[in-house]
């Protein structure tokens, strides 16, 4: 790859071993000539990186943990990659998003750990293309502000909110956070969801699903965390917080409906009757390399759909006895910051126990209403404040798991 070329944009991709950053990296391995790949980031995969940068060799990798960063330098030597500077830790990454080296951040690290580096790629004016929902849902007001001040451009990469962005009018698209869609004909967005593994299950049955089964998405190929929450369609209440901030709606102003199939990725209802929507076959790559090259169109490597085989649209609305996360996300939406802050903590906190099999996965609504019921009248101000309030119902959702998990341990005796 040409290192110097101009014509290219130069992209950061932070989160570069997850699911997002592997199909990020397979849409710009299609085009060499358009992208380049300056710097990566990972946690602790250092076989993937290691595999990544022997590709794309890009100038930086942050590494968060140290001891891994270690291990790259050395499996780097041993291939003569000297050259490949190698960091570690969080002030690493926040230095990696805003570097002038850069001018598109693919932001898609999960979960809170994401919010810093993606902020820092904001305030840096980058163009940034955002997997991260946490950062929209544990700051969203001081997230768009940040937006506003530096000028950088925000693309969605979920497919419901990238959906929602092709379906709008090229004005609106030019301003994601400050849009203003009543104005321009719009009535409301509609979000859909696949309702997950689970559709079809009972309330009862809730109670004794498995870890694997929660995270065998029926459409959708993602990290286990992700899995677990459109499990318990925690993912669409995230999505629907998040959708609020990138377009400047209220609450009341989304709508959820199930659509099984995963074909349909999200509408957009106007004023006179129409409903515009975006389809695909269910690919994140699609959605990245529409975010990669807007607004022009490139090749993501997606087969496009095939009409005369792909399955009836069916629609539903949601239980929201079966769920309830979903539920508590909109009234959290609809309470503000805090409640939306605690929430997005506590559920991290929920998930990660689950996955451990030290609770139950009806405990996971338990831990998250509890939390957001604690902390629902918290003011947040700044990020500092952000930060704290996180640790706080972080902590305090830990309690809870360490109640749940005593109590599951006793059933098992």
Same mark, same amino acid.
Not at 17 to 40: A, C, M, Y
Not at 175 to 193: D, E, M
Not at 371 to 396: G, P, T, Y
């Given at each position: 790859?040409?290192?110097?070329?101009?014509?290219?944009?130069?992209?950061?991709?932070?989160?570069?071993?997850?699911?997002?950053?592997?199909?990020?990296?397979?849409?710009?391995?299609?085009?060499?000539?358009?992208?380049?790949?300056?710097?990566?980031?990972?946690?602790?995969?250092?076989?993937?990186?290691?595999?990544?940068?022997?590709?794309?060799?890009?100038?930086?990798?942050?590494?968060?943990?140290?001891?891994?960063?270690?291990?790259?330098?050395?499996?780097?030597?041993?291939?003569?990659?000297?050259?490949?500077?190698?960091?570690?830790?969080?002030?690493?990454?926040?230095?990696?998003?805003?570097?002038?080296?850069?001018?598109?951040?693919?932001?898609?690290?999960?979960?809170?750990?994401?919010?810093?580096?993606?902020?820092?790629?904001?305030?840096?004016?980058?163009?940034?293309?955002?997997?991260?929902?946490?950062?929209?849902?544990?700051?969203?007001?001081?997230?768009?502000?940040?937006?506003?001040?530096?000028?950088?451009?925000?693309?969605?990469?979920?497919?419901?909110?990238?959906?929602?962005?092709?379906?709008?009018?090229?004005?609106?698209?030019?301003?994601?956070?400050?849009?203003?869609?009543?104005?321009?004909?719009?009535?409301?967005?509609?979000?859909?969801?696949?309702?997950?593994?689970?559709?079809?299950?009972?309330?009862?049955?809730?109670?004794?699903?498995?870890?694997?089964?929660?995270?065998?998405?029926?459409?959708?190929?993602?990290?286990?965390?992700?899995?677990?929450?459109?499990?318990?369609?925690?993912?669409?209440?995230?999505?629907?917080?998040?959708?609020?901030?990138?377009?400047?709606?209220?609450?009341?102003?989304?709508?959820?409906?199930?659509?099984?199939?995963?074909?349909?990725?999200?509408?957009?209802?106007?004023?006179?009757?129409?409903?515009?929507?975006?389809?695909?076959?269910?690919?994140?790559?699609?959605?990245?390399?529409?975010?990669?090259?807007?607004?022009?169109?490139?090749?993501?490597?997606?087969?496009?759909?095939?009409?005369?085989?792909?399955?009836?649209?069916?629609?539903?609305?949601?239980?929201?006895?079966?769920?309830?996360?979903?539920?508590?996300?909109?009234?959290?939406?609809?309470?503000? *910051?805090?409640?939306? /802050?605690?929430?997005?903590?506590? #559920? =991290?906190?929920? !998930?990660?126990? @689950?996955?451990? &099999? *030290?609770?139950?996965? /009806?405990?996971?609504?338990?831990? #998250? =209403?509890?939390? !957001?019921?604690? @902390?629902?009248? &918290? *003011?947040?101000?700044?990020?500092?404040?952000?930060?704290?309030?996180?640790?706080?119902?972080?902590? @305090?959702?830990?309690?809870?798991?360490?109640?749940?998990?005593?109590?599951?341990?006793?059933?098992?005796?």
């Amino acid at each position: 790859m040409l290192k110097n070329d101009k014509n290219k944009r130069q992209i950061c991709i932070l989160g570069s071993t997850g699911s997002i950053g592997v199909s990020t990296l397979d849409v710009i391995r299609l085009h060499s000539d358009k992208f380049n790949v300056v710097s990566l980031s990972a946690h602790a995969s250092v076989d993937k990186v290691l595999a990544q940068c022997l590709e794309f060799q890009p100038k930086t990798v942050v590494m968060v943990s140290q001891s891994h960063a270690e291990q790259l330098i050395l499996r780097l030597a041993g291939e003569n990659l000297e050259s490949i500077e190698v960091k570690s830790g969080v002030d690493a990454l926040v230095e990696l998003a805003s570097s002038n080296q850069t001018d598109t951040v693919m932001a898609a690290i999960v979960g809170a750990a994401g919010l810093m580096p993606t902020l820092a790629a904001v305030q840096a004016g980058k163009r940034v293309l955002l997997a991260n929902k946490e950062a929209l849902v544990t700051s969203g007001a001081i997230f768009i502000e940040a937006v506003k001040q530096s000028g950088a451009q925000l693309l969605p990469i979920d497919s419901e909110h990238n959906a929602i962005f092709q379906s709008l009018p090229w004005q609106e698209q030019a301003r994601v956070g400050h849009c203003q869609l009543t104005q321009n004909g719009i009535s409301k967005i509609l979000l859909t969801g696949s309702g997950g593994p689970f559709r079809t299950k009972q309330v009862s049955e809730l109670e004794h699903v498995t870890p694997s089964q929660a995270c065998a998405h029926p459409n959708w190929d993602m990290g286990r965390k992700i899995s677990v929450d459109s499990a318990t369609m925690m993912n669409k209440g995230l999505e629907f917080i998040e959708a609020k901030w990138l377009f400047n709606v209220e609450a009341s102003d989304i709508q959820v409906i199930l659509h099984p199939q995963s074909t349909i990725h999200s509408m957009v209802q106007y004023k006179d009757g129409s409903v515009i929507a975006q389809m695909g076959n269910p690919d994140m790559r699609t959605p990245i390399a529409h975010a990669l090259a807007y607004p022009e169109r490139i090749e993501s490597g997606v087969a496009p759909l095939d009409f005369f085989n792909a399955p009836s649209f069916e629609f539903q609305s949601v239980d929201y006895e079966k769920y309830p996360n979903l539920k508590l996300a909109i009234e959290a939406c609809e309470s503000g *910051q805090g409640a939306c /802050t605690a929430l997005n903590a506590a #559920n =991290e906190v929920a !998930v990660a126990a @689950f996955l451990d &099999e *030290q609770i139950k996965f /009806t405990d996971i609504y338990k831990i #998250n =209403e509890t939390s !957001v019921m604690k @902390f629902v009248s &918290e *003011q947040v101000c700044n990020i500092k404040e952000v930060i704290s309030l996180d640790a706080r119902a972080r902590e @305090f959702a830990l309690s809870i798991v360490d109640k749940f998990s005593t109590s599951k341990l006793k059933e098992q005796n």
